[in-house]
T-cell receptor
Framework: DQQVKQNSPSLSVQEGRISILNCDYT??????FLWYKKYPAEGPTFLIS?????DKNEDGRFTVFLNKSAKHLSLHIVPSQPGDSAVYFC????????????FGTGTRLTIIP | ETGVTQTPRHLVMGMTNKKSLKCEQH?????MYWYKQSAKKPLELMFV???????ENNSVPSRFSPECPNSSHLFLHLHTLQPEDSALYLC??????????????FGPGTRLTVL
C-alpha cells in the first residue's frame, strides 16, 4: 500500500517554461511534506518543505503548493533550467516532520534546451 | 570531507559473504538513518538511530544488522544476503526533533549487488 504516490514517472519541459511535479498521499495523518532532488550517482538533496498549516511555500524558483482536502501537493519550478534535470521525490511524515519519512517513487524531470 | 559520506560506493558480494557498509556524517547531527532503494520502488526506511540508540526498525530481516557506535558513524553489517537484497543503500542524518530542524541530509549511497 503506497501512501505517497507520484503518478508521472517522467516529465519533459522546455527551458524557461514552468515545470509542475505532482504528488498525492493517502494518509490523513501526514502533516509535513518535503521535496528532494536526486542526480545520478548522488544521494537525494533537500529542496523545499511545507507543513499542513500552510498551503504554499516559496523559495526562489521553487514553490510547493498543498491542497489538504485533495491530499495533493505540487512543486512548481519557474523558470526551468537545464540543471533542474533530475529525479524529484516527494516525501511525507506525521507529527510535523519527525524522522519517519515516507517517499514516493520519483518523477524524472528533463529540461529541454 | 563534508556532509554525509558512504563507503564503499559499489559492492558485489556472494550470498555467503559477510560485508559492512559505512556511513559518516560531518554535520554535527544526532540522528542517523539507513534507507533501501530498490529498482522502481520508493525509498524504504530501514533503521533510525537517535543519540546512538535505535528508535526504529522497520521490520528489517535479521541478515541486516545496524551498528551506531557514536552520533557520527553508522554501519550496516550484511550476512547471508539474498539476490533480492540488491539495491541502493542510502544513509542520512539530521538533528533530532520536528520541523525544519529535522531535514535529512543523504549520502551518495552504496550500490549493492548480491550474486
Amino acid at each position: 500500500d503506497q501512501q505517497v504516490k507520484q503518478n508521472s514517472p517522467s516529465l519533459s519541459v522546455q527551458e524557461g517554461r514552468i515545470s509542475i511535479l505532482n504528488c498525492d498521499y493517502t494518509n490523513s495523518m501526514f502533516d509535513y511534506f518535503l521535496w528532494y532532488k536526486k542526480y545520478p550517482a548522488e544521494g537525494p538533496t533537500f529542496l523545499i518543505s511545507i507543513s499542513s498549516i500552510k498551503d504554499k511555500n516559496e523559495d526562489g524558483r521553487f514553490t510547493v503548493f498543498l491542497n489538504k482536502s485533495a491530499k495533493h501537493l505540487s512543486l512548481h519550478i519557474v523558470p526551468s533550467q537545464p540543471g533542474d534535470s533530475a529525479v524529484y521525490f516527494c516525501a511525507a511524515s506525521a507529527n510535523f516532520g519527525n524522522e519517519k519519512l515516507t517517499f514516493g517513487t520519483g518523477t524524472r524531470l528533463t529540461i529541454i534546451p | 570531507e563534508t556532509g554525509v559520506t558512504q563507503t564503499p560506493r559499489h559492492l558485489v558480494m556472494g550470498m555467503t559473504n559477510k560485508k559492512s557498509l559505512k556511513c559518516e556524517q560531518h554535520l554535527g547531527h544526532n540522528a542517523m538513518y539507513w534507507y533501501k532503494q530498490s529498482a522502481k520502488k520508493p525509498l524504504e526506511l530501514m533503521f533510525v538511530y537517535n543519540f546512538k540508540e535505535q528508535t526504529e526498525n522497520n521490520s528489517v530481516p535479521s541478515r541486516f544488522s545496524p551498528e551506531c557506535p557514536n552520533s557520527s558513524h553508522l554501519f550496516l553489517h550484511l550476512h547471508t544476503l539474498q539476490p533480492e537484497d540488491s539495491a541502493l543503500y542510502l544513509c542520512a542524518s539530521s538533528f533530532s526533533g520536528t520541523g525544519d530542524k529535522n531535514t535529512q541530509y543523504f549520502g551518495p549511497g552504496t550500490r549493492l549487488t548480491v550474486l
